[in-house]
Protein backbone atom coordinates (compact mmCIF):
# COMPACT_ATOMS: atom_id res chain seq x y z
CA UNK A 1 0.00 0.00 0.00
CA UNK A 2 2.34 2.36 1.31
CA UNK A 3 4.41 1.69 -2.58
CA UNK A 4 1.41 2.65 -4.05
CA UNK A 5 1.31 5.86 -2.15
CA UNK A 6 3.33 8.74 -4.23
CA UNK A 7 3.91 10.57 -1.40
CA UNK A 8 5.00 7.99 1.44
CA UNK A 9 6.85 9.36 4.20
CA UNK A 10 10.20 7.08 3.37
CA UNK A 11 9.93 8.85 -0.01
CA UNK A 12 10.59 11.96 1.79
CA UNK A 13 13.06 10.37 3.71
CA UNK A 14 14.89 9.25 0.67
CA UNK A 15 14.71 12.88 -0.55
CA UNK A 16 15.69 14.80 2.35
CA UNK A 17 19.00 12.25 2.23
CA UNK A 18 19.34 13.34 -1.23
CA UNK A 19 18.81 16.95 -0.70
CA UNK A 20 22.71 17.64 -1.65
CA UNK A 21 21.22 16.71 -5.68
CA UNK A 22 18.52 19.18 -5.01
CA UNK A 23 20.26 22.15 -3.30
CA UNK A 24 22.90 22.05 -6.27
CA UNK A 25 19.88 21.78 -8.73
CA UNK A 26 18.65 25.06 -7.62
CA UNK A 27 21.68 26.65 -7.37
CA UNK A 28 22.56 25.87 -10.99
CA UNK A 29 18.12 26.72 -12.03
CA UNK A 30 19.54 30.28 -9.84
CA UNK A 31 22.54 30.42 -11.98
CA UNK A 32 20.67 30.52 -15.51
CA UNK A 33 17.93 32.59 -14.03
CA UNK A 34 20.62 35.30 -13.19
CA UNK A 35 22.92 35.20 -16.42
CA UNK A 36 19.82 34.69 -19.07
CA UNK A 37 17.80 37.72 -17.04
CA UNK A 38 20.90 39.85 -17.49
CA UNK A 39 21.48 38.53 -21.16
CA UNK A 40 17.69 38.79 -22.31
CA UNK A 41 17.97 42.97 -20.19
CA UNK A 42 20.52 43.83 -22.56
CA UNK A 43 19.32 42.24 -25.53
CA UNK A 44 15.58 43.56 -24.96
CA UNK A 45 17.17 47.13 -24.32
CA UNK A 46 19.50 46.89 -27.49
CA UNK A 47 16.77 45.64 -30.06
CA UNK A 48 13.96 47.47 -27.97
CA UNK A 49 15.76 50.84 -29.07
CA UNK A 50 16.53 49.12 -32.52
CA UNK A 51 12.82 48.34 -33.00
CA UNK A 52 11.99 52.31 -32.77
CA UNK A 53 15.17 53.42 -34.78
CA UNK A 54 15.17 56.06 -37.38
CA UNK A 55 17.25 53.65 -39.61
CA UNK A 56 14.90 50.91 -41.43
CA UNK A 57 17.58 47.83 -41.62
CA UNK A 58 17.97 48.46 -38.36
CA UNK A 59 14.58 47.97 -37.24
CA UNK A 60 14.13 45.11 -39.55
CA UNK A 61 16.91 43.42 -37.58
CA UNK A 62 14.71 44.02 -34.75
CA UNK A 63 12.02 42.29 -36.38
CA UNK A 64 13.82 39.15 -37.59
CA UNK A 65 14.97 38.55 -34.28
CA UNK A 66 12.03 39.03 -32.37
CA UNK A 67 10.10 37.49 -34.69
CA UNK A 68 12.19 34.39 -34.48
CA UNK A 69 12.79 33.66 -31.29
CA UNK A 70 9.12 34.62 -30.39
CA UNK A 71 7.13 31.96 -33.00
CA UNK A 72 9.64 28.71 -31.78
CA UNK A 73 9.45 26.97 -29.07
CA UNK A 74 12.10 27.59 -26.85
CA UNK A 75 12.88 23.49 -26.36
CA UNK A 76 13.63 23.60 -30.02
CA UNK A 77 15.66 26.66 -29.58
CA UNK A 78 18.31 25.21 -26.44
CA UNK A 79 18.54 21.72 -28.05
CA UNK A 80 19.28 23.65 -30.86
CA UNK A 81 22.24 25.36 -29.80
CA UNK A 82 22.92 22.61 -27.97
CA UNK A 83 23.06 20.02 -31.06
CA UNK A 84 24.97 22.91 -33.24
CA UNK A 85 27.95 24.33 -31.32
CA UNK A 86 29.86 21.25 -30.92
CA UNK A 87 29.67 21.55 -35.24
CA UNK A 88 31.05 24.98 -35.23
CA UNK A 89 33.90 23.90 -32.74
CA UNK A 90 32.68 25.82 -30.03
CA UNK A 91 32.14 24.03 -26.95
CA UNK A 92 30.63 25.58 -24.08
CA UNK A 93 29.76 24.04 -20.78
CA UNK A 94 25.99 23.00 -20.37
CA UNK A 95 24.93 26.00 -17.90
CA UNK A 96 26.11 29.15 -20.23
CA UNK A 97 24.03 27.01 -23.21
CA UNK A 98 21.07 27.69 -20.87
CA UNK A 99 22.15 30.80 -20.37
CA UNK A 100 22.67 31.36 -24.34
CA UNK A 101 19.07 30.12 -25.13
CA UNK A 102 17.32 31.02 -22.28
CA UNK A 103 18.69 34.49 -22.24
CA UNK A 104 18.05 34.96 -26.52
CA UNK A 105 14.71 33.86 -26.35
CA UNK A 106 13.67 36.42 -23.07
CA UNK A 107 15.52 38.67 -24.86
CA UNK A 108 12.98 38.77 -27.90
CA UNK A 109 9.76 39.24 -25.28
CA UNK A 110 11.72 41.84 -23.33
CA UNK A 111 12.70 43.72 -26.93
CA UNK A 112 8.97 44.18 -27.52
CA UNK A 113 8.39 45.36 -23.95
CA UNK A 114 11.59 48.09 -24.07
CA UNK A 115 10.23 48.81 -27.75
CA UNK A 116 6.59 49.20 -26.28
CA UNK A 117 7.66 51.18 -23.51
CA UNK A 118 9.50 53.84 -25.69
CA UNK A 119 6.86 54.42 -27.80
CA UNK A 120 4.50 54.85 -25.04
CA UNK A 121 6.65 58.53 -24.72
CA UNK A 122 5.99 61.19 -26.42
CA UNK A 123 7.51 61.88 -29.93
CA UNK A 124 8.29 65.67 -28.96
CA UNK A 125 10.51 64.21 -26.07
CA UNK A 126 13.16 62.86 -28.01
CA UNK A 127 12.85 65.96 -30.18
CA UNK A 128 12.80 68.51 -27.31
CA UNK A 129 16.47 66.83 -26.30
CA UNK A 130 17.63 66.18 -29.76
CA UNK A 131 17.18 69.79 -30.48
CA UNK A 132 18.86 70.94 -27.23
CA UNK A 133 22.04 69.37 -28.88
CA UNK A 134 21.68 65.41 -27.08
CA UNK A 135 22.98 62.74 -29.18
CA UNK A 136 20.55 60.23 -30.27
CA UNK A 137 21.55 57.58 -27.55
CA UNK A 138 21.71 60.25 -24.60
CA UNK A 139 18.18 62.01 -25.25
CA UNK A 140 17.36 57.52 -25.05
CA UNK A 141 19.53 57.34 -21.89
CA UNK A 142 18.51 60.20 -20.11
CA UNK A 143 15.08 61.47 -21.53
CA UNK A 144 13.55 58.78 -23.08
CA UNK A 145 14.05 55.53 -21.58
CA UNK A 146 13.81 56.89 -17.92
CA UNK A 147 10.31 57.71 -18.59
CA UNK A 148 9.70 54.32 -20.44
CA UNK A 149 10.99 52.79 -17.36
CA UNK A 150 7.33 52.96 -15.79
CA UNK A 151 5.89 51.44 -18.62
CA UNK A 152 8.05 48.24 -19.20
CA UNK A 153 8.90 47.63 -15.82
CA UNK A 154 5.56 45.44 -14.74
CA UNK A 155 5.88 43.88 -18.11
CA UNK A 156 9.70 43.21 -17.41
CA UNK A 157 8.44 41.67 -14.42
CA UNK A 158 6.40 39.18 -15.94
CA UNK A 159 9.16 37.98 -18.57
CA UNK A 160 11.42 37.04 -15.21
CA UNK A 161 8.99 34.96 -13.49
CA UNK A 162 8.49 33.28 -17.21
CA UNK A 163 12.12 32.99 -17.61
CA UNK A 164 12.84 31.09 -13.84
CA UNK A 165 10.00 28.65 -15.17
CA UNK A 166 11.74 28.39 -18.24
CA UNK A 167 15.09 27.91 -16.96
CA UNK A 168 13.73 24.35 -16.47
CA UNK A 169 14.25 23.72 -20.23
CA UNK A 170 17.74 22.96 -19.27
CA UNK A 171 16.56 19.33 -18.42
CA UNK A 172 16.33 18.31 -21.65
CA UNK A 173 20.04 18.80 -22.33
CA UNK A 174 21.44 17.38 -18.76
CA UNK A 175 21.93 20.81 -17.57
CA UNK A 176 22.31 20.12 -14.00
CA UNK A 177 19.47 22.36 -12.50
CA UNK A 178 16.86 21.43 -10.63
CA UNK A 179 13.98 20.12 -13.34
CA UNK A 180 16.68 17.84 -14.46
CA UNK A 181 17.66 16.81 -11.12
CA UNK A 182 14.19 16.09 -9.65
CA UNK A 183 13.89 14.31 -12.68
CA UNK A 184 16.96 12.05 -12.88
CA UNK A 185 16.75 11.29 -9.06
CA UNK A 186 13.05 10.18 -9.42
CA UNK A 187 13.18 8.58 -12.57
CA UNK A 188 15.94 6.28 -10.80
CA UNK A 189 13.83 5.68 -8.00
CA UNK A 190 10.43 6.15 -9.35
CA UNK A 191 9.87 8.74 -6.02
CA UNK A 192 8.00 11.09 -8.23
CA UNK A 193 6.03 12.86 -5.65
CA UNK A 194 8.19 14.10 -3.37
CA UNK A 195 10.66 15.30 -6.01
CA UNK A 196 8.26 17.26 -8.20
CA UNK A 197 6.78 18.54 -5.23
CA UNK A 198 9.68 19.78 -3.84
CA UNK A 199 10.79 21.24 -6.99
CA UNK A 200 7.73 23.42 -8.02
CA UNK A 201 7.68 24.19 -4.48
CA UNK A 202 11.13 25.99 -5.18
CA UNK A 203 10.35 27.60 -8.34
CA UNK A 204 6.86 28.94 -6.99
CA UNK A 205 9.22 30.69 -4.35
CA UNK A 206 11.74 31.92 -6.73
CA UNK A 207 8.53 33.71 -8.33
CA UNK A 208 7.26 34.63 -6.22
CA UNK A 209 10.02 36.46 -3.96
CA UNK A 210 10.21 38.21 -7.42
CA UNK A 211 7.14 39.07 -7.89
CA UNK A 212 6.95 41.22 -4.44
CA UNK A 213 10.22 42.48 -4.89
CA UNK A 214 9.21 43.68 -8.51
CA UNK A 215 5.78 45.30 -6.57
CA UNK A 216 7.80 46.86 -3.93
CA UNK A 217 10.15 48.51 -7.25
CA UNK A 218 7.09 49.55 -9.36
CA UNK A 219 5.70 51.27 -6.01
CA UNK A 220 9.07 53.70 -5.90
CA UNK A 221 9.13 54.04 -9.49
CA UNK A 222 5.38 55.67 -9.25
CA UNK A 223 3.37 52.67 -11.28
CA UNK B 1 22.31 84.25 -38.95
CA UNK B 2 19.81 82.11 -41.09
CA UNK B 3 19.51 81.32 -44.60
CA UNK B 4 17.12 78.68 -46.04
CA UNK B 5 18.00 78.69 -50.06
CA UNK B 6 15.85 76.36 -52.28
CA UNK B 7 13.94 74.15 -49.44
CA UNK B 8 12.30 70.93 -50.66
CA UNK B 9 10.48 68.69 -48.51
CA UNK B 10 8.05 65.41 -49.03
CA UNK B 11 6.16 63.51 -47.12
CA UNK B 12 5.88 60.28 -48.95
CA UNK B 13 4.36 62.16 -52.25
CA UNK B 14 2.88 65.26 -49.60
CA UNK B 15 4.96 67.93 -51.57
CA UNK B 16 5.51 70.04 -47.50
CA UNK B 17 7.70 73.00 -48.52
CA UNK B 18 8.15 74.15 -51.88
CA UNK B 19 11.23 76.05 -52.87
CA UNK B 20 11.12 78.15 -49.38
CA UNK B 21 13.96 80.91 -49.49
CA UNK B 22 13.91 82.70 -45.83
CA UNK B 23 16.76 84.71 -44.48
CA UNK B 24 17.10 85.91 -40.94
CA UNK B 25 19.53 88.77 -40.28
CA UNK B 26 21.39 88.21 -36.47
CA UNK B 27 19.19 90.30 -33.74
CA UNK B 28 16.37 90.01 -36.36
CA UNK B 29 12.60 88.85 -35.16
CA UNK B 30 10.47 87.69 -37.94
CA UNK B 31 6.64 86.00 -37.57
CA UNK B 32 5.60 83.18 -39.59
CA UNK B 33 2.04 83.05 -40.01
CA UNK B 34 -0.50 80.81 -42.09
CA UNK B 35 -3.10 78.12 -42.49
CA UNK B 36 -2.94 74.93 -40.95
CA UNK B 37 -0.82 72.86 -42.75
CA UNK B 38 0.89 75.18 -44.71
CA UNK B 39 4.52 73.99 -43.45
CA UNK B 40 5.03 76.22 -41.06
CA UNK B 41 6.60 73.32 -38.45
CA UNK B 42 8.25 71.89 -41.41
CA UNK B 43 9.77 75.37 -42.24
CA UNK B 44 11.09 75.85 -38.69
CA UNK B 45 12.21 72.75 -38.41
CA UNK B 46 14.82 72.13 -41.25
CA UNK B 47 16.97 75.33 -39.02
CA UNK B 48 17.80 72.84 -36.23
CA UNK B 49 17.24 69.63 -38.89
CA UNK B 50 14.52 68.10 -36.59
CA UNK B 51 13.55 67.29 -40.45
CA UNK B 52 15.92 67.11 -42.92
CA UNK B 53 15.17 68.83 -46.39
CA UNK B 54 15.34 66.62 -49.37
CA UNK B 55 17.08 69.46 -51.14
CA UNK B 56 18.31 73.04 -51.10
CA UNK B 57 20.59 74.53 -48.24
CA UNK B 58 20.40 75.18 -44.65
CA UNK B 59 22.90 77.64 -43.58
CA UNK B 60 22.62 78.75 -39.69
CA UNK B 61 25.45 81.03 -38.51
CA UNK B 62 27.26 80.86 -41.48
CA UNK B 63 27.40 77.08 -41.53
CA UNK B 64 26.25 74.58 -43.94
CA UNK B 65 24.12 71.72 -42.25
CA UNK B 66 23.15 70.08 -45.48
CA UNK B 67 27.34 69.61 -46.21
CA UNK B 68 28.47 69.39 -42.39
CA UNK B 69 26.75 67.21 -40.37
CA UNK B 70 29.57 67.49 -37.71
CA UNK B 71 28.34 71.08 -36.34
CA UNK B 72 24.86 70.27 -36.32
CA UNK B 73 25.41 69.66 -32.47
CA UNK B 74 26.74 73.39 -32.02
CA UNK B 75 24.10 74.74 -34.09
CA UNK B 76 21.29 73.05 -31.95
CA UNK B 77 22.80 74.74 -28.48
CA UNK B 78 22.81 77.88 -30.71
CA UNK B 79 19.32 77.60 -31.85
CA UNK B 80 17.26 76.78 -29.12
CA UNK B 81 13.40 75.90 -29.82
CA UNK B 82 10.54 76.18 -28.12
CA UNK B 83 7.37 73.72 -29.20
CA UNK B 84 3.42 74.19 -28.63
CA UNK B 85 3.53 71.07 -26.61
CA UNK B 86 6.18 72.54 -23.98
CA UNK B 87 8.06 69.19 -23.88
CA UNK B 88 9.52 69.39 -20.43
CA UNK B 89 11.32 66.42 -19.18
CA UNK B 90 8.36 65.06 -16.94
CA UNK B 91 10.93 62.73 -14.61
CA UNK B 92 12.90 65.85 -14.23
CA UNK B 93 12.45 68.85 -11.92
CA UNK B 94 11.98 72.14 -13.29
CA UNK B 95 15.74 73.29 -12.18
CA UNK B 96 16.96 69.89 -13.33
CA UNK B 97 14.93 70.90 -17.02
CA UNK B 98 16.90 74.06 -17.19
CA UNK B 99 20.41 72.59 -15.92
CA UNK B 100 20.70 68.51 -17.84
CA UNK B 101 21.44 69.75 -21.13
CA UNK B 102 23.98 72.29 -20.15
CA UNK B 103 26.01 70.18 -17.77
CA UNK B 104 25.63 66.72 -20.37
CA UNK B 105 25.56 69.01 -23.75
CA UNK B 106 27.93 72.11 -23.02
CA UNK B 107 29.72 70.19 -20.08
CA UNK B 108 29.19 73.26 -17.84
CA UNK B 109 29.66 72.83 -14.10
CA UNK B 110 26.56 71.63 -12.13
CA UNK B 111 26.89 74.79 -9.71
CA UNK B 112 26.95 77.51 -12.87
CA UNK B 113 24.53 75.90 -14.55
CA UNK B 114 22.40 75.95 -11.83
CA UNK B 115 23.14 79.54 -11.21
CA UNK B 116 21.95 80.65 -14.42
CA UNK B 117 19.00 78.55 -14.59
CA UNK B 118 17.97 80.22 -11.35
CA UNK B 119 18.39 83.60 -13.28
CA UNK B 120 16.49 82.63 -16.32
CA UNK B 121 13.65 81.27 -14.08
CA UNK B 122 13.47 84.58 -11.67
CA UNK B 123 13.12 86.17 -15.03
CA UNK B 124 10.45 84.17 -16.49
CA UNK B 125 9.00 84.88 -12.56
CA UNK B 126 9.28 81.38 -11.72
CA UNK B 127 12.07 80.82 -9.23
CA UNK B 128 9.76 79.65 -6.84
CA UNK B 129 8.97 76.59 -9.14
CA UNK B 130 12.75 75.21 -9.48
CA UNK B 131 12.23 72.30 -7.64
CA UNK B 132 8.30 71.75 -8.47
CA UNK B 133 7.88 69.08 -11.07
CA UNK B 134 6.08 69.87 -14.76
CA UNK B 135 2.86 68.10 -13.68
CA UNK B 136 2.61 70.18 -10.93
CA UNK B 137 2.82 73.60 -13.15
CA UNK B 138 -0.23 75.25 -15.08
CA UNK B 139 0.11 75.02 -18.95
CA UNK B 140 1.49 78.97 -19.08
CA UNK B 141 4.02 78.18 -16.42
CA UNK B 142 4.98 75.21 -18.34
CA UNK B 143 5.86 77.18 -21.33
CA UNK B 144 7.59 79.66 -19.78
CA UNK B 145 9.82 77.06 -18.12
CA UNK B 146 10.54 75.62 -21.64
CA UNK B 147 11.48 79.32 -22.68
CA UNK B 148 13.70 79.82 -19.50
CA UNK B 149 15.30 76.00 -20.43
CA UNK B 150 16.25 77.22 -24.27
CA UNK B 151 17.70 80.39 -22.84
CA UNK B 152 19.84 78.44 -20.32
CA UNK B 153 21.68 77.15 -23.45
CA UNK B 154 22.46 80.77 -24.16
CA UNK B 155 21.50 80.67 -27.59
CA UNK B 156 21.74 82.95 -30.19
CA UNK B 157 18.53 82.09 -31.95
CA UNK B 158 15.11 81.09 -30.61
CA UNK B 159 12.91 78.96 -32.54
CA UNK B 160 8.94 79.27 -31.27
CA UNK B 161 6.31 76.64 -32.87
CA UNK B 162 3.03 78.04 -31.65
CA UNK B 163 4.13 78.89 -28.10
CA UNK B 164 0.72 79.81 -27.62
CA UNK B 165 -1.57 77.70 -29.32
CA UNK B 166 -2.17 74.69 -26.78
CA UNK B 167 -2.93 77.27 -23.71
CA UNK B 168 -6.23 78.57 -21.96
CA UNK B 169 -6.06 81.99 -23.45
CA UNK B 170 -5.94 83.50 -19.69
CA UNK B 171 -2.74 82.02 -19.97
CA UNK B 172 -1.37 83.37 -23.09
CA UNK B 173 -0.49 86.68 -22.21
CA UNK B 174 2.27 85.70 -19.30
CA UNK B 175 3.81 83.78 -22.14
CA UNK B 176 3.83 86.37 -24.63
CA UNK B 177 5.36 88.88 -21.96
CA UNK B 178 8.09 86.83 -21.56
CA UNK B 179 8.40 86.63 -25.65
CA UNK B 180 8.65 90.18 -25.88
CA UNK B 181 10.81 90.71 -23.38
CA UNK B 182 12.92 88.64 -24.69
CA UNK B 183 12.34 90.02 -27.78
CA UNK B 184 14.11 93.20 -26.71
CA UNK B 185 17.15 91.60 -25.34
CA UNK B 186 18.12 91.76 -28.79
CA UNK B 187 18.29 88.17 -30.00
CA UNK B 188 17.36 86.39 -33.46
CA UNK B 189 13.88 85.18 -33.29
CA UNK B 190 11.83 82.76 -35.39
CA UNK B 191 8.09 82.35 -34.35
CA UNK B 192 5.46 80.69 -35.96
CA UNK B 193 1.82 82.60 -34.27
CA UNK B 194 -1.07 83.64 -35.14
CA UNK B 195 -0.55 86.27 -31.77
CA UNK B 196 -1.35 89.40 -34.16
CA UNK B 197 -0.09 91.95 -31.17
CA UNK B 198 2.57 89.81 -30.33
CA UNK B 199 3.62 90.52 -34.15
CA UNK B 200 3.17 93.98 -34.27
CA UNK B 201 4.98 94.60 -31.35
CA UNK B 202 8.25 92.72 -31.83
CA UNK B 203 8.40 91.65 -35.76
CA UNK B 204 10.82 93.07 -38.00
CA UNK B 205 9.16 90.83 -40.88
CA UNK B 206 5.62 88.96 -41.11
CA UNK B 207 6.31 85.84 -43.47
CA UNK B 208 2.82 84.32 -44.60
CA UNK B 209 2.73 80.82 -45.77
CA UNK B 210 0.45 78.64 -47.49
CA UNK B 211 0.33 75.27 -49.55
CA UNK B 212 4.41 75.49 -48.81
CA UNK B 213 5.26 78.41 -50.06
CA UNK B 214 6.20 81.83 -48.50
CA UNK B 215 3.51 83.79 -50.50
CA UNK B 216 3.99 87.16 -48.53
CA UNK B 217 6.58 88.81 -46.94
CA UNK B 218 6.33 92.53 -45.61
CA UNK B 219 5.99 94.63 -42.22
CA UNK B 220 3.41 93.48 -39.58
CA UNK B 221 1.78 97.19 -40.51
CA UNK B 222 1.59 96.59 -44.04
CA UNK B 223 0.46 92.79 -44.02
CA UNK B 224 -2.13 93.02 -41.33
CA UNK B 225 -3.29 96.80 -42.61
CA UNK B 226 -2.74 96.02 -46.33
CA UNK B 227 -2.46 92.62 -47.29
CA UNK B 228 -1.30 92.37 -51.22
CA UNK B 229 -1.47 88.12 -51.63
CA UNK B 230 -4.91 87.13 -51.92
CA UNK B 231 -4.46 83.79 -49.94
CA UNK B 232 -3.43 86.06 -46.88
CA UNK B 233 -6.69 88.31 -47.36
CA UNK B 234 -8.66 85.85 -46.94
CA UNK B 235 -6.92 84.05 -44.14
CA UNK B 236 -6.21 87.33 -42.17
CA UNK B 237 -10.40 87.77 -42.96
CA UNK B 238 -11.36 84.59 -40.81
CA UNK B 239 -8.75 85.05 -37.93
CA UNK B 240 -9.81 88.72 -37.28
N1 LIG C 1 6.10 63.67 -39.79
C1 LIG C 1 5.23 63.86 -40.81
N2 LIG C 1 4.92 62.83 -41.62
C2 LIG C 1 4.07 62.99 -42.66
N3 LIG C 1 3.47 64.15 -42.96
C3 LIG C 1 3.75 65.22 -42.19
C4 LIG C 1 4.65 65.13 -41.07
N4 LIG C 1 4.72 66.34 -40.49
C5 LIG C 1 3.92 67.16 -41.20
N5 LIG C 1 3.35 66.49 -42.24
C6 LIG C 1 2.46 67.08 -43.24
O1 LIG C 1 3.12 68.18 -43.78
C7 LIG C 1 2.23 69.23 -44.01
C8 LIG C 1 2.72 70.47 -43.30
O2 LIG C 1 2.68 70.24 -41.92
P1 LIG C 1 3.19 71.32 -40.88
O3 LIG C 1 4.56 71.75 -41.24
O4 LIG C 1 3.01 70.72 -39.53
O5 LIG C 1 2.18 72.51 -41.07
P2 LIG C 1 1.80 73.70 -40.09
O6 LIG C 1 2.80 73.74 -39.01
O7 LIG C 1 1.81 74.90 -40.95
O8 LIG C 1 0.42 73.40 -39.59
C9 LIG C 1 0.87 68.75 -43.54
O9 LIG C 1 0.17 68.32 -44.69
C10 LIG C 1 1.18 67.61 -42.64
O10 LIG C 1 0.15 66.66 -42.68
MG1 LIG D 1 2.53 73.53 -36.94
Redesign the interface.
Known amino acids: MDVNNPFALYKWQALFDARDIFIGGLITTLEVTIGALVLSILLGIIFGIAGVFPNKIIRVINRIYVEFFQNTPLVIQVIFIYNALPHLHIMLPVLLIGILGVGLYTGAYMAEVVRGGIMAVPKGQLEAAVSQGFSYWQAMWYIVLPQAKKVMLPAMANQTINLVKNTSVLAMIAGGDLMYQADSWSGSNMYYGPAYFVSGCCYWIICFALSKYINKLEKKAGV | MIKLQGINKYFGDNHVLKDINLHVKQGEKVVVIGPSGSGKSTMIRCI?Q?ERPDSGDVIVDGINLMKSKAQL??I??EA??V?Q?F?????KTVLENLT??PI???GKSKEEACQTGLEFLERVGLKDKADAYPAQLSGGQQQRVAIA?ALN?HPKIMLFDEPTSALDPEMIKEVLDVMVDLAHSGITMVCVTHEMGFAREVADHVIFMADGQILETATPEAFFDNPQNERAQQFLSKIL
Do not use: G, T, W
Not at chain 2, 87 to 91: G, I, K, S, T
Open positions: NLKQRQAMFQNLYPHIALVQRM
